[in-house]
């Protein structure tokens, strides 16, 4: 750690969270933008497909010189030539598939890379606003529903591309007339099939958004399943969950629904392109004006490229999915993630100083507004205090008065939307924020547990702790009777969301893991709400122990936690309005006798 104090000094504003805008559909500048890592493996999967065209664009004219030439028996050298194109062919097809397919998974592998990384450090402010189902969904299917068309999608279709114009080169070749009435229908097809794909497109993305919706409401249904059936809402919200798939229904049967038209007008389309070349070509051998050969080859050609203008159809609707897909990663990747300033530093604090001292902080929760003043009232008004090094600071206020936000805003989930927050002189936006968290033990309210074993939780906090340390902070807050039994318990696994724990040894284990951490800060935050008086004394002899040595600063409703304190601050409405020791707050604050005559708990 370097030494070096850094003075306060004007710190840049607070960076907006307001909600962007909703980015507009992606399209193939960003989807080329995202493949360019790739490009020489899709170059290489265009080169092969591109020789295995060229081999089969060759086979026609070797079948019209066949028979044109056949007198008897087809010659040795055709059907030679012929199967070492069709084997040749083939064997570079496979391969064409083989790197577009592993390209693929490439790609995939390292869009959900990025996302995890992006989604690991977008500001809470914007987690916040964010369906965690939805954003799950986004990582999952959507980047597989991207991954497939943009890597093999766009080459095949870059090949088949290909392969129509040499096709239609060799076809006018052989004959003009032919190939001006396949041209024409042809073109009328490809215009209808771009109509028609360009309005698959907003469904493929509706229908990507109402999965990710049904995503959320479910993950969110499954994480409250006790509560549901508790209150006899299962009939309701499985309702609620089946109209979100009812959602992805209507835009799924929107989507098929233009694919039928598609095909059947591809299919129907190329037919009568079929049945008109054989009749005009018919004609025109029957003129003189072209050979039976030069017939079967231009009949030859039409049906290789029948099939990439069938295909167009339904890549064209494929797309409308991938792009739909996309559009959602492009808005996750936009999301502002926690960044820290060039400038910031490590620092040692300058010495005196108060470990947190805000200054005239307000705060408002992003996306509350003034436009509604019910809930766009801030969360936190002029705030002015100090926690003083060393000692144990309790905040108290009613439900709703903002104690948690101000852990939140010491932490640095959130950025004051004006005001100064000072850790240990130095301005913590002038700070790493890895090294602020690293300098701080925080006890959530909720204490949710990481899936895993108790071990794992542990060793959140402390990645270096033996089993015997871990076991040891265990036999600390009264999770097991014995270090023996503390170190069986490491192994135990906490569940989901540690739903296999109780509440009050969800809390425990919480309160383990700070204890582990040995930083010089702890917050805690309602940590004696779930437990029982015995274990309540438990942590309060360990904050005891604490003391002095640690600057902690505790949440509590509970008057034994707080009469303790050396220092009481009382929150209302956002607003500091007291501060001082119990004695004094019990004659200068009528809201904190209040708490204190109702114990603290409301
Ligand atoms: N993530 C959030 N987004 C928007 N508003 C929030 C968020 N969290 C809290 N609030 C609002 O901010 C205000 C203060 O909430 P906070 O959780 O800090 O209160 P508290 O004093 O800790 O309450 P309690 O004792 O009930 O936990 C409340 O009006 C709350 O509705």
Known sequence: MTTTAVQPAAAPPAPAVEPAPPPPPAGFPDAFRLLRPYRSRMLLAGALGL???????????????????????????????????????????????????????????????????????????VLDRNDRGDLAARLTGDVSHTQSILSSGLVELATSLVMVVAS???????????????VSVICVVVAALYAIGRRTRPAG????????????????????????RATVSTAHEADRATGKAATVL???????????????????????????????????????????????????????????????????SMMATAFGSLTRILAVENMPAETDDADVAVTSG??????????????????????????????LRDVTVAFAEGRTTAVVGPSGA???????????????????????????????????????AYVEQDAPALPGTIRDNLLLGARAASDQECAAALLRVNLAPTAAAAEMFLDTQVGEDGTLLSGGERQRLAIARALLAESPVLLLDEVTSNLDSNNEKVVQDIIHAKSGAQSIIVIAHRLSTVVAADSIVVLDGGRVVAQGTHTELLTASPLYRELAHNQLLD
């Open 51 to 125: 020789t295995a065209t060229a081999l089969t664009a060759v086979q026609p004219l070797i079948v019209a010189n066949a028979v044109d030439s056949f007198a008897g028996s087809v010659s040795a050298a055709s059907v030679t030539a012929l199967l070492a194109l069709l084997i040749g062919g083939a064997v570079l097809t496979a391969l064409q598939q083989l790197v577009l397919q592993r390209t693929g998974e490439r790609f995939a592998f390292d869009t959900r890379a990025r996302l995890i990384r992006h989604i690991y450090r977008v500001r809470i402010g």
């Open 250 to 316: 209507e835009a799924g049967y929107a989507i098929a629904g233009l694919r039928a038209v598609l095909q059947t007008f591809t299919g129907v389309a190329l037919q009568l392109l079929l049945i008109s070349v054989v009749a005009v070509g018919a004609i025109r051998v029957a003129a003189g004006s072209l050979t039976v050969g030069q017939l079967s080859a231009f009949l030859m050609y039409l049906l290789l490229i029948a099939a990439p203008i069938a295909q167009f159809g339904s890549l064209l």
């Open 402 to 440: 903002g104690k948690s936000t101000l852990f939140g805003l010491l932490e640095r989930f959130y950025e004051p939307t004006s005001g100064t927050i000072r850790f240990r002189g130095d301005d913590v936006r002038r700070l790493p924020r890895d090294y602020l968290r690293g300098q701080i």
């Open 168 to 182: 239609v080169v060799l076809m006018a070749l052989i004959d003009g007339v032919l190939l001006a009435l396949a």
């Open 350 to 379: 300058i010495p005196g100083t108060p470990t947190f001292a805000l200054d005239e902080v307000s705060f408002r929760y992003p996306g509350r507004t003034d436009a509604d003043p019910a809930e766009g009232a801030p969360a």
């Open 205 to 228: 993305l509706r229908s990507q958004n109402a999965l990710g919706d049904l995503g959320g409401t479910f993950t969110k249904a499954l994480g409250s399943m006790r509560t549901i």
